[in-house]
């Protein structure tokens, strides 16, 4: 990898104003188990490692009546240790085991999680987020994309969001605190991740001196969620597809529901038709199948990956099937 | 790199930060617009620096570029080559050591990173002709064919063990979850772990 100075600051603000105002300026570390990989393949070049390790209120998970907060430093292995994770957000327990990698659950951060980059292969290599050939086309339509996007997928992005935890949070409607020189803003994680529309752009809304501190997620209370992943390899790989839902009910019936995809789309895919399909129904096996069928209605699938659509189909089904037996 | 409008309302600060990096900074860094002011922080590199490691209990101080990755500072400055490098991304485990009582991948850790915490190496687990009990299953448990991953795989399960120390053979299987063998010695691997499972609650009981 390219030469580089670091620095290892205490606090938010003084990590702040170690970036600059272009990626090649500084990037921010947090357990390196990305950045160091995009670095060796020269993916990355930053002039400048800004460390985020020595600062102490990026760390720990606390919960309050206003929900969860997990501060970016969290470990995946510390958040799927959590009790409060594992008894009421069993959507976020379910996404760290997912990262089946005792050691990555060790060095990865929740903060890097959500902001790694896309392991598009295409982008790994040197071709750019938007894998355009010589002659200014993408090379995905016509190329290997067996594990490109399904949905969202017209272009110019054909990658899919890589975080795990992007749809359970999405679902959860939890947001991100993000802090700069200008000051800080909250967002919905939503909104957090983007389809780039230029080579330029990113999958998301980070700014290169803008730091991600925290993630919000609403009380769970009343909420049932759960994530399923339908992966190739029980480890060392990524998913192939996910759904992550999350259920207000009102007796047995769904008042509200929330269903997102993963691994489908530039973004976590928020599946509105299901979501719709399942409000005001009980929560019953016919109910289940037909928002599992409504979540990949619309999907455009390329040359190479069909397979996802019964996937996603599948990995919504599942889901709202643990939900409906988990008991809060 | 690239000259931006300031905007209305920014501050001369602000601007500079626009154009180029923070300026909280101290030391010689390669890119400050201008001279620091508020909180100083120190910035090493390019260039040499000094960094100290505790391997295996031992202190070693050395002068690393901020780029060398924990498994290089291991094998190729102190010749502790047991720790291999192998995709040298994250993904096959063969680098593990454990560094804070955790197993980690060394090759995506900067050395840097890795000072004021314990770094411990397979080299620890045998001195002279005694051999920690992983060692032993490894060899009576037929755990490895071309060996290659083993060092990555002994570390990971040592880790494994110290954490669970009485686990069932699915608690094995993912708790090695972060170690590939080509080879593919993977029950000989999950059998001797239980085996130096055993083995070492009983050390710790007699
Ligand atoms: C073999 C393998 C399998 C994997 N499988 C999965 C999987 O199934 N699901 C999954 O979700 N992930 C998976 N991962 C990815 C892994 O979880 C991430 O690499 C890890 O979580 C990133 O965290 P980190 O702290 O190491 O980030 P780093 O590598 O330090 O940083 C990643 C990126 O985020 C930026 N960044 C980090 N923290 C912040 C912050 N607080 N604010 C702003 N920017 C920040 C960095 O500048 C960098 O660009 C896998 C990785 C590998 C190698």
């Known amino acids: 990898m390219q030469a580089f100075e670091y620095a ?119 071709f750019g987020l938007l894998a355009k050939g010589p002659n200014g086309e993408s090379l995905v339509p016509s190329g290997d994309n067996r594990y490109h996007a399904i949905f969202n997928n017209r272009g110019p992005a054909y990658f899919v969001s890589a975080s795990s935890f992007g749809p ?59 994530t399923y992943e339908v992966r190739q390899k029980m480890a060392l790989d990524y998913p192939l597809a996910t759904a992550s839902v999350a259920l207000r009910m009102r007796g047995n019936t769904v008042a509200s529901a929330r269903i997102v995809l993963g691994h489908v789309a530039p973004v976590p895919w928020r599946a509105q038709a299901a979501e719709k399909a399942l409000t005001g129904k009980t929560l019953n096996a016919a109910a289940i199948e037909e928002a599992a069928k409504a979540a990949v209605q619309g999907a455009t699938p390329l040359s190479m990956n069909g397979y996802k659509v019964q996937l996603a189909s599948v990995a919504v089904k599942r889901a709202l099937e643990e939900a409906a037996q988990a008991r809060t | 790199m690239k000259k931006k409008k300031p905007e209305p309302g920014v501050t001369r600060r602000g601007f500079i930060r626009g154009v180029g990096l923070g300026s909280g900074v101290a030391g010689a860094g390669i890119l400050e617009t201008e001279a620091a002011a508020a909180p100083a922080v120190q910035v090493v590199g390019p260039g040499p620096a000094q960094v100290t490691l505790k391997v295996n209990g031992k202190q070693h101080t050395l002068n690393l570029e901020p780029r060398v990755t924990l498994l290089d500072a291991l094998r190729d400055h102190l010749n502790y080559t047991g720790a291999k490098k192998v995709c040298d991304r994250a993904s096959c485990g063969a680098c593990t050591v454990i560094v804070g009582g955790k197993a980690v991948y060394a090759c995506n850790m900067l050395a840097i990173e890795a000072q004021g915490q314990d770094i411990q190496t397979v080299e620890s687990l045998s001195s002279g002709n005694k051999y920690h009990p992983l060692i032993t299953a490894f060899v009576e448990n037929d755990a490895q064919q071309c060996g290659f991953c083993t060092p990555g795989f002994v570390m990971a399960a040592k880790a494994f063990l110290e954490q669970n120390p009485n686990p069932t053979y699915e608690e094995v299987k993912a708790g090695l979850g972060g170690n590939l063998c080509r080879c593919g010695t993977y029950i000989g691997l999950r059998n001797a772990v239980l085996q130096a499972a055993k083995q070492m609650k009983g050390a710790a009981n007699g």
């Not at chain 1, 600059?20 to 990305?34: F, V, Y």
């Not at chain 1, 240790?81 to 089946?100: I, Q, W």
């Not at chain 1, 809304?205 to 997620?217: C, D, K, S």
């Open chain 1, 8 to 126: 290892r600051p205490s606090t938010v603000q003084e990590a702040v104003s170690l970036l600059g105002n272009s990626w090649e300026d500084a990037n921010l570390l947090a357990g390196g188990t990305d950045l160091l990989s995009l670095m060796k393949d020269y993916i990355h070049t930053p002039k400048r490692l800004v460390s985020l390790k020595g600062i102490k209120e990026l760390e720990g998970i606390r919960k309050s009546a206003g929900g969860l907060r997990i501060g970016a430093l969290v470990t995946l292995e510390e958040l799927l240790r959590n009790p409060d994770v594992r008894k009421e957000y069993p959507s976020l327990a379910a996404a760290a085991r997912g990262v089946a990698s005792p050691q990555m659950r060790n060095m990865g951060t929740v903060g890097g999680d959500l902001c790694q980059r896309p392991r598009c292969w295409y982008f790994r290599l040197g």
């Open chain 1, 168 to 226: 359970p949070l999405v679902a959860l409607g939890a947001t991100v605190n993000l802090v700069s020189p200008s000051g800080t803003r909250e967002l919905p994680v939503e909104k957090f991740f983007v389809a780039p529309a230029t080579e330029n752009a990113r999958e998301n809304v980070l700014a290169p001196n803008e730091i991600l501190t925290e993630i919000l997620v609403p009380p769970a209370a009343g909420v049932r969620n759960a």
